[in-house]
T-cell receptor, first 115, second 113 residues
């Protein structure tokens, strides 16, 4: 069985603040992939990043960065200098070699960036 | 190129009716997935196709739900005798192969009255 926990249901920040969204996962498999998706008010899920379990290097893409730590089973997402357009629900998700190809999503974090 | 498309974007039906939801994956993607998202929740897996066959249908909630992908491209999710609890957004995704990134369509918002 696999599970993804996003403990932060809602976060509100003021524009230009940095914000970190937490994600903790559970899986028995040694080979797995972690994802972050963004769901803006329009509803469509937008892919942000995919990482495999053998690559613990942190990744930076513009204002976005991801911290993957196997020791704590966490895959946290940081937005630097947040903007109003970052307001959305963010989902962390997991797929593992034993999961028969199905993504398991967390319950999501609603991020609101205030002007 | 074109992304995943889903039709209709919205569907309102009455309890007990039959509905069909259509998904057109990204061209060349052999893997296709259906998920259901209830309000305030993350998407939940329903069924996965590899080519024409359903490789995993363990997420279908009961036998009122059925999906097909006869030619390995377009897929249709069919719901018989709809119930109010079926109201949700039904999302379709596709990928080049299992465990590769799944790209999602805009979803079909189903409302059962």
């Amino acid at each position: 069985a696999q599970k993804v926990t996003q403990a932060q249901t809602e976060i509100s920040v003021v524009e230009k603040e940095d914000v970190t969204l937490d994600c903790v996962y559970e899986t028995r498999d040694t080979t797995y992939y972690l994802f972050w998706y963004k769901q803006p008010p329009s509803g469509e899920l937008v892919f942000l990043i995919r990482r495999n379990s053998f690559d613990e290097q942190n990744e930076i893409s513009g204002r976005y960065s991801w911290n993957f730590q196997k020791s704590t089973s966490s895959f946290n997402f940081t937005i630097t200098a947040s903007q109003v357009v970052d307001s959305a629900v963010y989902f962390c998700a997991l797929i593992s070699s034993g999961s028969a190809r199905q993504l398991t999503f967390g319950s999501g974090t609603q991020l609101t960036v205030l002007p | 190129g074109a992304g995943v498309s889903q039709t209709p974007s919205n569907k309102v039906t009455e309890k007990g009716k039959y509905v069909e939801l259509r998904c057109d994956p990204i061209s060349g993607h052999t893997a296709l997935y259906w998920y259901r998202q209830s309000l305030g929740q993350g998407p939940e897996f329903l069924i996965y196709f590899q080519g024409t066959g359903a490789a995993d249908d363990s997420g279908l909630p009961n036998d009122r739900f059925f999906a097909v992908r006869p030619e390995g491209s377009v897929s249709t999710l069919k719901i018989q005798r709809t119930e109010r609890g079926d109201s949700a957004v039904y999302l379709c995704a596709s990928s080049t192969s299992p465990q590769e990134t799944q790209y999602f369509g805009p979803g079909t918002r189903l409302l059962v009255l």
